[in-house]
């Protein structure tokens, strides 16, 4: 089994930045896909981020694409979300997530395990 949690979250004004990191524990994570996604209240959760076992991958949503970088460090099993240029629309729960399968099966879905996530909050 793999336990993520989360941190980094909090309140910041539209414009600023925040770092969130992902923290593997049980058994190491350095051959899964990671990955982020959010949630904001009356919404789904949708896709943000995934990054390949290696780093040689990355995936972004759209709306992020430019603003949000997602990196890893295998030997300390962590994962991060540098989040830059912040919008209200940002404004989410966001979750860290661990894909046991391939990059190749498709880094938006199917992820094994989560996190309990942590609050975003950006004010206009």
């Known amino acids: 089994q793999v336990q993520l949690v989360e941190s980094g979250g909090g309140l910041v004004q539209a414009g600023g930045s925040l770092r969130l990191s992902c923290a593997a524990s049980?058994?190491?994570?350095?051959?899964?896909?990671m990955g982020w996604f959010r949630q904001a209240p009356g919404k789904e959760r949708e896709f943000v981020a995934a990054?390949?076992?290696?780093?040689?991958?990355?995936l972004y949503a759209d709306s992020v694409k430019g603003r949000f970088t997602i990196s890893r460090d295998n030997a300390k099993n962590l994962e991060y979300l540098q989040m830059n240029s912040l919008k209200p629309e940002d404004t989410a729960v966001y979750y860290c997530?661990?894909?046991?399968?391939?990059?190749?099966?498709?880094?938006?879905?199917?992820?094994?395990?989560w996190g309990q996530g942590t609050q975003v909050t950006v004010s206009s």
């Open positions: 049980g058994r190491t994570v350095s051959r899964y896909v």
């Open positions: 997530a661990a894909k046991v399968g391939s990059w190749y099966d498709g880094p938006r879905s199917r992820y094994d395990y």
């Open positions: 990054i390949s076992w290696s780093g040689g991958n990355t």
